[in-house]
T-cell receptor, first 114, second 113 residues
Framework: AQSVTQPDIHITVSEGASLELRCNYSYGATPYLFWYVQSPGQGLQLLLK??????LVQGIKGFEAEFKRSQSSFNLRKPSVHWSDAAEYFC????????????FGDGTTLTVKP | DAGVTQSPTHLIKTRGQQVTLRCSPK?????VSWYQQALGQGPQFIFQ???????QRGNFPDRFSGHQFPNYSSELNVNALLLGDSALYLCASSPDMGGAEAFFGQGTRLTVV
């Protein structure tokens, strides 16, 4: 069975500091991996996705993520955090044949200090 | 493009009642998936509809049922509501069942009292 673990429930960083959110997955085949962001009371917005190819993927809003098969990880990074990045972040794994059916982690809440 | 739209945005129901939530997929998308997001948790897959049939189902009881219409819009029905059904219900659409990303709506916040 596939699963996603986001070890950090809550992270606080200062505005302008770098950010790394951790994600570990368990999946039997080649995974499709996603990072989503959710603002309070809102739906999910896709930040980036990995299907194959280059293991470093670029997304929207200056985010990037690196796929490491040997570590079963797909960590999200941003070099300089803005106050507007405060939100909840979800990592998800999906089958390569069905993007609509994904398994999500429980999320990491990001707080940005001024 | 209106994206994925869900209605209503908020809903309060009494335990034991039935509820219907609605979703219109993004233009050009024919696959609709439903998720339940309890407070403080990630979304959990309920089921997926394609060509008006339920194609995939997560670990949810039969009280949760759905429907997809010829125009690809979808409904989620929950019978005999429990307090634990209180959650944000998210609809996601994708252009097909293979490999493409899914787009999420804003969700319907269901409160069962």
């Amino acid at each position: 069975a596939q699963s996603v673990t986001q070890p950090d429930i809550h992270i606080t960083v200062s505005e302008g500091a770098s950010l790394e959110l951790r994600c570990n997955y368990s999946y039997g085949a080649t995974p499709y991996l996603f990072w989503y962001v959710q603002s309070p009371g809102q739906g999910l917005q896709l930040l980036l996705k990995y299907f194959s190819g280059d293991t470093l993927v670029q997304g929207i809003k200056g985010f990037e993520a690196e796929f490491k098969r040997s570590q079963s990880s797909f960590n999200l990074r941003k070099p300089s955090v803005h106050w507007s990045d405060a939100a909840e972040y979800f990592c998800a794994v999906g089958a390569n044949t069905n993007a609509g059916k994904s398994t999500f982690g429980d999320g990491t809440t990001l707080t940005v200090k001024p | 493009d209106a994206g994925v739209t869900q209605s209503p945005t908020h809903l309060i129901k009494t335990r034991g009642q039935q509820v219907t939530l609605r979703c219109s997929p993004k233009s050009g998308h024919d696959t609709v998936s439903w998720y339940q997001q309890a407070l403080g948790q990630g979304p959990q897959f309920i089921f997926q509809y394609y060509e008006e049939e339920e194609r995939q189902r997560g670990n949810f009881p039969d009280r949760f049922s759905g429907h997809q219409f010829p125009n690809y819009s979808s409904e989620l029905n929950v019978n005999a509501l429990l307090l634990g059904d209180s959650a944000l219900y998210l609809c996601a659409s994708s252009p097909d069942m293979g490999g493409a990303e899914a787009f999420f709506g804003q969700g319907t916040r269901l409160t069962v009292v």
